[in-house]
């Protein structure tokens, strides 16, 4: 589904609304330690010893190079699917990062069944989406189909928006996708009932609409599996935010969430629920570890609701849609300065693994241009020309260091604000990612992490100074901290955001020395450095900024110059030991040949029978 923001949406809650959204509202007093990982780091310079002989885990999914298939908007094409990326876009990635991992296509159903009058022209758009679902299948990959645009007949009002108020009519389109696709032809798939549904721009209806298209989706499914014996993955609601709701919603009250409202729905209604879906866009790395008003982030909240009514507990959890974002549909860190974006994403999947999330999709492969709904966004890893081609952004190549990773991770203790660092073991050596990410609107999101333990009185002060300014003037050192009439609670937080924001603006400009150190490395080593930064934004080749070889005994150290937003990925690959050459004066030993001719009376080997080829009778024409 095409994103666009709507100026006069009221359901919409944006990270920049959610912070004001915090600041304004009461909360009941908790207890609240500020802490902040920077200082846990107190030197510019950082230093870390990896032991390449200690304990690996498997590498999580979640580091995968997962994707949203999404881009353009339109094509001239009417069978190729209108959300989807050009074929040439997907060729690409294919062929530089290939299919094995968790990928979301959205599937229009309003688009399709336009083409009802013509079996041949709709044959061929199935055909098309088939097709790439076959190829993420065939590179042991993983489709997430979003189920989205009610046909034209069947909705409450004529809108792909609407929800269907032709209820046997939809389940019959239903049963008939998903017998296809995953009983007969047995693709694996995992089917997602819509994309924000509680926003009005992508979804028209009450909440209950909503859950009645869910459980006409939910009992085909149940019925397929009884029928077929086999599970399908069903799951949603992809909401715009993990705590919205149709309507509306703050992160004040989530039991008023559409998540919630799901679960306990599926819950009374004995309907599956295979994974829970939400997207979240920001600049802040850590938007998963904001703390609710219950004193825990927003995942173990959710498993605490799937336990409560019954579920598993390690159901799914997917941030489905999620990139780099302030608020606006063009951003230049997307494109000209698309270096920042490319840093945020190891930084932002880092916490992801760190607050248990399960997996994610990053959104999505192409820009939006010239599309019929005039919908333009530089959200894609490729951007588009006049002439309606595409190429790579830097941000692209931050998904080529991820498919370098090695299938084990060594645990790292490695605790910095901005800096943080990914090291694996390979089947040849090592892949160590070292990224270096400085939130532009960190003041804000580390109060909103925060601010749930605050009373009303502390949370209306703060309000009061960000409204006015003051809140700039203060963490800018223009204004001192013990002259505010506020508690100590409060002046403790904004002298600790204070430092915060000064370290920040520091390293927006200065580089960082990080020393790496390697124990327990013998052998020689052929090095390689990948580097993303300020150099280039645009059309960068992915090859080595440094290549060298090495020899290493039990240990070896490098020094890295970690730039503001930047990726730096080392690959170390061992050399294969040089065969030892015998000592002067030894006798010749020599190999057999199989050149030579055998012995006379020597039995050859026996060859294998040649079998027949299977008769193929449809091309006997029989």
Not at 78 to 99: C, H, V, Y
Not at 260 to 265: E, Q, T
Not at 487 to 508: D, M, P, S, W
Not at 580 to 586: D, F, K, L, N, R
Request: hydrophobic share 35%; charged share 25%; proline share 6%.
């Amino acid at each position: 589904m095409t994103k666009v923001k709507s100026k006069n949406s009221k359901v919409k809650i944006t990270t920049q609304k959610l912070k004001f959204l915090l600041l304004t509202c009461g909360f009941a007093f908790l207890l609240f330690t500020f802490t902040f990982d920077c200082f846990a780091q107190q030197n510019d310079d950082l230093e870390l010893t990896l032991d390449i002989a200690s304990g690996t885990i498997p590498t999580p999914k979640i580091f995968k190079p997962n994707l949203d298939l999404s881009g353009r908007g339109y094509h001239p094409e009417i069978t190729w699917p209108q959300n989807l990326a050009s074929r040439e876009a997907l060729e690409a990635w294919g062929k530089d990062i290939g299919f094995n991992g968790l990928y979301r296509i959205q599937f229009n159903l309003w688009e399709i069944a336009q083409l009802a009058k013509d079996a041949g022209a709709q044959g061929r758009l199935l055909e098309n989406y088939e097709t790439l679902i076959k190829s993420i299948n065939d590179a042991g990959g993983t489709v997430i189909l979003d189920i989205f645009g009610t046909p034209a007949g069947m909705g409450m009002v004529l809108d792909k928006k609407s929800g269907p108020l032709d209820s046997a009519g939809f389940k019959k389109l239903i049963k008939g996708i998903v017998q296809d696709f995953s009983c007969e032809k047995k693709y694996n798939i995992w089917y997602e009932v819509w994309s924000a549904p509680d926003s009005e721009d992508f979804f028209l209806g009450r909440q209950q609409d909503y859950l009645n298209l869910y459980k006409d989706v939910g009992e085909v499914i149940k019925e397929l599996e009884a029928k077929y014996k086999i599970n399908i993955p069903v799951g949603a609601p992809s909401a715009s935010s993990w705590f919205g709701a149709v309507g509306g919603n703050t992160v004040l009250t989530p039991e008023d969430s559409l998540i919630y409202a799901l679960i306990k729905f599926c819950y009374r209604n004995r309907l599956p629920l295979d994974f829970i879906t939400w997207h979240g866009f920001s600049t802040g790395p850590k938007v998963e570890k904001e703390i609710t008003i219950y004193d825990k982030n927003a995942v173990n909240l959710v498993r605490d609701w799937l336990s409560y009514f019954n579920f598993d507990k390690n159901t799914p959890l997917i941030v489905d849609e999620w990139n780099y974002d302030r608020d606006v549909n063009l951003l230049p860190e997307r494109k000209e300065k698309s270096h920042i974006a490319a840093s945020y994403i190891p930084a932002r999947l880092k916490n992801m693994h760190e607050v248990g999330l399960d997996n994610q999709v990053y959104y999505c492969l192409e820009d939006f241009q010239g599309n019929k709904e005039g919908v333009t966004r530089n959200v894609g890893l490729l951007y588009l020309t006049s002439k309606h081609h595409s190429y790579p952004k830097v941000s692209y190549n931050v998904f080529r260091m991820l498919k370098e990773l090695g299938k084990e991770t060594f645990p790292l203790k490695f605790n910095d604000e901005f800096a943080g660092m990914l090291a694996t073991r390979t089947k040849e050596g090592l892949a160590i990612m070292v990224y270096n990410y400085i939130d532009p609107e960190i003041v804000e999101n580390s109060l909103a992490a925060v601010i749930a333990g605050l009373s009303a009185a502390e949370s209306k002060f703060l309000l009061g100074i960000t409204r006015s300014g003051q809140l700039q003037r203060i963490v800018s050192e223009h204004e001192a901290v013990g002259s505010l009439l506020t508690t100590h609670r409060v002046k403790a937080l904004l002298k600790n955001t204070e430092g915060l924001f000064n370290r920040a603006e520091r390293f927006k400009t200065s580089p960082r020395k990080l020393k790496l150190n390697l124990k327990n490395i013998k052998g020689d080593y052929l090095y390689r450095l990948f580097t993303i930064d300020a150099s280039c934004s645009l059309d960068c080749e992915f090859k080595p900024s440094i290549e060298k070889e090495l020899t290493a005994q039990n240990s070896y150290q490098e020094e890295l110059s970690l730039q503001p937003y930047s990726v730096n990925l080392i690959i170390l690959k061992k050399k294969p030991d040089l065969p030892v050459e015998p000592p002067a004066g030894s006798p010749e030993i020599k190999e057999p040949s199989q050149a030579e001719p055998p012995q006379a009376g020597a039995v050859p080997p026996e060859l294998p029978v040649a079998k027949e080829p299977p008769k193929n009778d449809n091309a006997a024409g029989k």
